[in-house]
């Protein structure tokens, strides 16, 4: 999917992939043609925004690339997924009291937390 990009960029995709709709290219392409095509737009994006979709051999079944987004891919726990740039001043604010409060929990606090089975595995375990 690409934004604000130049006319000979979108005229050099259109020779692999179908353009279904402005700026949406769909098509099977091999991961050689998929990796020029990639270096293509990254070459000749400038400021406009990519974004690539295609199939991996991953638990997801896809991953994807990014190029002038501000919403950047991140690695969690094996999952690709995106984070968003939090500019809400409230939710910031909130981030820092959490922090705050955490940092000044005792270890009587953190101590007294209740530990151990939950009902359902007390059942479990006992009514066998």
Same mark, same amino acid.
């Given at each position: 999917?690409?934004?604000?990009?130049?006319? *000979?960029?979108?005229? $050099?995709?259109?020779?692999?992939?179908?353009?279904? +709709?402005?700026?949406?290219?769909?098509? *099977?392409? +091999?991961?050689? #043609?998929?990796?020029?095509?990639? /270096? /293509?737009?990254?070459?000749?994006?400038?400021? =406009?925004?990519? #974004?690539?979709? $295609?199939?991996?051999?991953?638990?997801?079944?896809?991953?994807? &690339?990014?190029?002038?987004?501000?919403?950047?891919?991140?690695?969690?726990? =094996?999952? @690709?997924?995106?984070?968003?740039?939090?500019?809400?001043?409230? /939710?910031?604010?909130?981030?820092?009291?959490?922090?705050?409060?955490?940092?000044? *929990? +005792? *270890?009587?606090?953190?101590? &007294?937390? @209740?530990? =151990?089975? +939950? @009902?359902?595995?007390?059942?479990?375990?006992?009514?066998?």
């Amino acid at each position: 999917m690409l934004t604000a990009s130049p006319p *000979k960029l979108r005229g $050099h995709l259109t020779r692999w992939l179908f353009e279904i +709709s402005p700026g949406v290219y769909v098509g *099977k392409v +091999s991961a050689r #043609v998929r990796e020029l095509l990639w /270096q /293509q737009v990254l070459e000749n994006i400038g400021k =406009g925004r990519a #974004v690539m979709v $295609h199939p991996a051999n991953n638990e997801q079944g896809l991953d994807f &690339r990014v190029r002038g987004q501000e919403w950047e891919p991140v690695d969690y726990e =094996g999952l @690709k997924l995106i984070m968003r740039p939090n500019s809400n001043k409230q /939710q910031l604010n909130r981030q820092d009291n959490l922090e705050r409060n955490e940092r000044s *929990k +005792s *270890k009587a606090d953190i101590q &007294r937390k @209740k530990t =151990g089975w +939950s @009902k359902v595995s007390r059942y479990r375990r006992y009514a066998r």
